[in-house]
């Protein structure tokens, strides 16, 4: 009889060995995705959304917007860049009344802006109306009131 390879020390498939080559005894999971968010439903693009449907055909600062929303610059700007060059956000420089200071960006929401913003507005609107209602505390089982402090 031909001898092969002893496989009771090799680990299972997807196992691990230590380094004497003894089965560890733990087992790698794979991890499962999750499927791809609808684009433009961040709590943050929403916000913005807000503020810019308001009035979709005002010239916007952003500084502006990051007080209405409450948004850091550093979240607001990248979300303007990036609905800027998906033709949703036009955008302008307006020169500055003052002499010396620089000219600031303004925006405003394109025709498919208003659009995709009063579509996921409304997906919001309707997920937020068929969600269940989350109340203060729910009252405690009975028999189990006041457990740690009192009588049941």
């Given at each position: 009889?031909?001898?092969?390879?002893?496989?009771?020390?090799?680990?299972?498939?997807?196992?691990?060995?230590?380094?004497?080559?003894?089965?560890?005894?733990?087992?790698?999971?794979c991890r499962?995705?999750?499927?791809?968010?609808?684009?433009?439903?961040?709590?943050?693009?929403?916000?913005?959304?807000?503020?810019?449907?308001?009035?979709?055909?005002?010239?916007?600062?952003?500084?502006?917007?990051?007080?209405?929303?409450?948004?850091?610059?550093?979240?607001?700007?990248?979300?303007?860049?990036?609905?800027?060059?998906?033709?949703?956000?036009?955008?302008?420089?307006?020169?500055?009344?003052?002499?010396?200071?620089?000219?600031?960006h303004t925006?405003?929401?394109?025709?498919?802006?208003?659009?995709?913003?009063?579509?996921?507005?409304?997906?919001?609107?309707?997920?937020?109306?068929?969600?269940?209602?989350?109340?203060?505390?729910?009252?405690?089982?009975?028999?189990?009131?006041?457990?740690?402090?009192?009588?049941?």
């Amino acid at each position: 009889m031909v001898a092969g390879p002893d496989l009771a020390d090799a680990p299972p498939v997807g196992g691990r060995s230590s380094r004497r080559g003894h089965w560890t005894g733990k087992v790698e999971l794979c991890r499962l995705s999750r499927m791809p968010r609808t684009p433009h439903t961040s709590p943050q693009t929403l916000r913005l959304f807000e503020a810019l449907s308001t009035d979709p055909t005002r010239w916007r600062y952003g500084y502006d917007l990051s007080r209405e929303t409450g948004l850091a610059s550093g979240t607001l700007y990248p979300i303007l860049m990036r609905l800027a060059e998906q033709k949703l956000l036009d955008t302008d420089w307006e020169p500055s009344d003052e002499p010396g200071r620089p000219p600031r960006h303004t925006y405003r929401l394109t025709a498919d802006g208003v659009a995709l913003a009063e579509d996921r507005l409304a997906r919001r609107a309707a997920a937020e109306s068929t969600a269940p209602r989350r109340r203060g505390r729910s009252a405690p089982a009975p028999g189990t009131a006041n457990l740690i402090g009192g009588t049941a």
